[in-house]
């Protein structure tokens, strides 16, 4: 017989294939969740991101933004921005919205909310829409308020607010604000008034922390990019915070790239995981066609046309899964933006992004030529009597041309997963794990059968059988240990993420934590303010401190501008960030080097720093550090280090001034308030009532919205390992589906020599039983080691799982998985002793 060629082979290979791909279904739904999820992933992250850069001018408001904090540019600076084309001025900052009337149910009299004054040009892109119309500028006396404002005060168009010392009506309910997304998180719903609106308020004060932000439209061609280099040369000493339309928003983009880098690397992580359901799939599929593969090979059919017949089969369902998992990848990303809503920033509409789905197209034709070449390896090079003597004498040889290409196609996967990684070590990182836990499971599997082989037999028949099944020839232990312990770690993993983010809001909120935070205290207020406090809450406990807003511009003698990356955890450098003044050690900081400065120190200026920026910073006692206040550089010695408990929730900042510094700028205070919950509407409306011009925020409100990203991360996280742990699932199924044939011969075998159909599968179940309890210990401490890496490296959070619902989740998850394995046994039991040995 001559050796065929590819068309031949192909008219075999179709003819044989069942057109319901019976046989091969496992190998379709393993690639296809796994590149179905990619897709999904892959296209979502790059919709969003593309959309925030496409939308770049519309969502910043204008082709180069300028923003400065707790002070407005001057007459000079504002030319300067003329000189470059229109400039649109903005001011934003808190402000506690007050209800005018009474209101029929009941609600809050006062909301915290975020303020913007706009001028006539408002916007110069985009186009902002009320839900009554087109936006027209607004009267000094006129306010736009956001839905959740409305609903929050129970208002609509026509009533009256307070902002300040001044009333306005609401003019209308926004219905798109088209540079919100660029403002950043914010504490409250928002409001919109005119910059002669803000001014009449009376809430700009000096000391008060509001935001100031200037957006520049240009003349078509002109480079964005170049002139915010240029101006940020020019300005480095000014408090200047520059960005242009390109990265308009970056903190967004930022985290949904790293969330899709993320969500794609457990997509991947389940696709890996699903090629062991894709190996186990095959095999069964192969042990099926056993006779078919010998009736060949006797007649002359050469190993290279048993490989193509197969090959050619099993590419094929292969290539429909891979197509199905792109096109239903490429389908979803509008559904999740559906079904998001409001979460995601920005909304876009249905696009095909080629790059996301080529990337998960080639990750599963890798996984699927990774695990599909060994099987194909055995049945090639396996000779005719050798096939039919397989099931009890497995012997194997290696074959080298196909380990070679399962290596050169290993090295392909970790190429293309490195190249399109934003963090390649981040990406290498959790695919080393994953490789290494399946190692540590085959491990595993050698040291469960040398054991199994030793240990003493005992007298129970069905133990005994059970312990021999673990080792004898024809063992399915390695694939057993290798699904059973994949399941059970992906159940621990989720179990000790979710809790963790349950945990992290009741842990980080300390039992002893503040009931209200006040913002924009006049400094000096501050006797009257402690009086009005005192009088409304006799044990109240109180927390002043000076607030001020800076910019690290240097430090160890290197400008951060020029930096062109900034180092690893430096969040701090990002912009401005708190900053204050203090004659003593802040409480909640504990001083762990230097030393702290005289209350009366008068000398040249200090600062105290948090020890974790040092750290970061390679700096310590000693150094020298430029921050930026109110446009004028400070060049400050660091004087000592400290320990900052972040998780205080009280004011805790990174930098922390010699009284000297900055007592003289302008500034205002803010307090936390510790009291009796009973009293915080009291406090609230005295204070409002007293310094119409401070913001109130009650801790409620703040762990609300923390709890809130908190569970939509989560469920994020959980949507994504839920197709890991159907991976996991589908690698028992597997591992099932490839012991049929075996589990087929035992079952005929006992019954024959006299064994119930109870007897047969309670060896089974004890077999598995044993296994789950093996593997319960090591996928403890695998899945919990791998949510301690998420929640702790990855989030940055703390660790905090919840054990009972942790073990609870291996116990239920061993329950099922054993489940799972007797439920593919039963069919076996009504397997008749006759008809299974012709088949044999």
């Known amino acids: 017989m001559r050796t065929l060629g590819w068309s031949q082979s192909w008219r075999i290979a179709r003819r044989d294939l069942h057109t319901g791909f019976r046989g091969l279904r496992l190998l379709f739904v393993c690639l296809f969740l796994g590149v179905a999820t990619l897709a999904a992933i892959g296209s979502l992250t790059a919709s969003i991101t593309g959309e925030l850069g496409a939308r770049g001018r519309t969502l910043l408001g204008g082709d180069i933004e300028v923003a400065m904090t707790q002070r407005e540019a001057s007459a000079a600076e504002k030319a300067e921005l003329r000189g470059l084309g229109r400039v649109s001025e903005t001011i934003r900052m808190r402000a506690m919205a007050q209800r005018t009337g009474a209101v029929a149910n009941g609600g809050p009299a006062a909301v915290l909310t975020e303020l913007k004054g706009v001028d006539g040009v408002y916007p110069l892109y985009g186009t902002m829409t009320l839900q009554s119309g087109a936006y027209a500028p607004l009267a000094p006396d006129r306010v736009l308020i956001g839905q959740a404002l409305a609903d929050r005060l129970d208002v609509g168009t026509g009533a009256r607010l307070r902002y300040g010392t001044a009333d306005f009506t609401v003019a209308g309910i926004i219905a798109d604000e088209p540079d919100r997304v660029s403002e950043g998180f914010t504490l409250g719903p928002v409001a919109i008034v005119s910059m002669e609106g803000m001014r009449r308020s009376g809430l700009i004060q000096p000391g008060s922390l509001f935001e100031s932000k200037y957006r520049v439209r240009m003349a078509a061609g002109a480079d964005a990019r170049a002139v915010r280099d240029g101006l940020e040369k020019a300005h480095r000493s000014d408090g200047w915070e520059l960005k242009d339309h390109e990265r308009a928003a970056p903190g967004a983009n930022r985290f949904f790239e790293r969330m899709g880098q993320f969500l794609s690397l457990i997509g991947l992580a389940a696709l890996v995981i699903a090629g062991i359901g894709v190996s186990n799939g095959v095999s069964s599929y192969l042990a099926q066609k056993r006779g078919g593969i010998a009736t060949l090979k006797v007649l002359g059919a050469t190993s290279g046309d048993i490989e193509r017949i197969y090959l050619l089969q099993v590419g094929a369902v292969a290539a429909v899964a891979i197509a199905c998992g792109l096109v239903v990848g490429a389908l979803l990303p509008p559904a999740i933006v559906t079904l998001a809503g409001s979460v995601l920033p920005v909304q876009p509409g249905f696009r095909v992004h080629p790059l996301p789905l080529a990337t998960s197209a080639a990750y599963g034709l890798l996984i699927a030529l990774i695990f599909t070449l060994p099987p194909l390896a055995r049945a090639r090079t396996q000779p005719a009597a050798a096939i039919f003597r397989s099931l009890i004498d497995p012997k194997r040889k290696i074959d080298w041309r ?26 290498a990182a959790v695919l080393g794990a994953v490789v290494g836990v399946l190692l540590l499971l085959l491990a595993l599997d050698w040291a469960v059968s040398k054991i199994a082989r030793r240990i003493p037999r005992p007298k129970r028949p069905l133990l005994r059988l059970a312990l021999a099944n673990l080792y004898r020839p024809g063992a399915q232990t390695s694939a057993l240990v290798v699904a059973l312990g994949l399941a059970l770690t992906l159940f621990v993993t989720l179990a000790g993420i979710q809790t963790s983010l349950d945990s992290e809001i009741a842990r980080t909120v300390p039992k002893t934590a503040p009931n209200l935070f006040v913002l924009d205290i006049p400094s000096t207020d501050e006797a009257r303010f402690r009086s009005l406090v005192a009088r409304e809450a006799e044990k109240a406990e109180l927390n002043v401190v000076p607030a001020l807003r800076g910019t690290i511009v240097a430090y160890d003698g290197k400008r951060v501008a020029d930096m062109a990356e900034l180092p690893e955890g430096a969040w701090f450098l990002r912009g401005e960030r ?43 006692v000693g150094d020298m550090m430029t921050v930026s206040v109110l446009g004028r550089e400070i060049e400050a010695k660091v004087a000592s280090l400290r320990k900052v408990n972040w ?4 004011f805790n900042y990174v930098l922390v001034f010699s009284p000297n510094t900055l007592k003289a700028a302008p500034h205002s205070l803010t307090a936390t308030v510790t009291m009796p919950p009973a009293k915080d509407g009291a406090v609230t409306r005295a204070l409002l009532a007293a310094f119409p011009g401070a913001s109130v925020i009650a801790v409620n409100e703040v762990v609300g919205q923390i709890s809130g990203i908190l569970g939509q991360m989560s469920s994020a996280i959980v949507a994504a390992a839920s197709i890991a742990i159907l991976a996991g699932i589908a690698v028992l199924i597997g591992a099932i589906a490839a012991s049929r044939q075996a589990r087929s011969y035992d079952s005929v075998i006992l019954k024959t020599l006299g064994a119930t159909r109870m007897q047969v599968l309670g060896t089974q179940a004890l077999e598995y039983g044993l296994l789950a309890l093996i593997l319960a210990s090591v996928s403890l401490l695998l899945g919990m080691g791998a949510a301690w890496y998420v929640i702790v490296q990855v989030f940055e959070f703390g ?41 044999l």
């Open 578 to 620: 708190g900053v204050t003044y203090s004659a003593t050690l802040p409480a909640g900081s504990d001083l762990v080097a230097g030393q702290w400065w005289a209350a009366d120190y008068a000398g040249p200026p200090l600062l105290s720093l948090d020890e974790n920026a040092a750290k970061v910073l390679n700096i310590g």
């Open 799 to 839: 660790w905090a799982p919840d054990w009972p619902t942790v073990l609870g989740t291996l116990a239920g998850g061993a329950l099922i998985t054993l489940g799972i394995g007797l439920a593919g046994s039963i069919p076996l039991m009504s397997v008749r002793p006759a008809r299974a040995l012709r088949d």
């Open 647 to 650: 998780d205080t929730m009280g």
């Open 402 to 427: 196909s380990t070679g290409l399962v290596a050169i196609a290993g090295a392909a996967l970790v190429a293309v997963a490195l190249l399109t990684a934003r963090e390649p070590l981040f990406s």
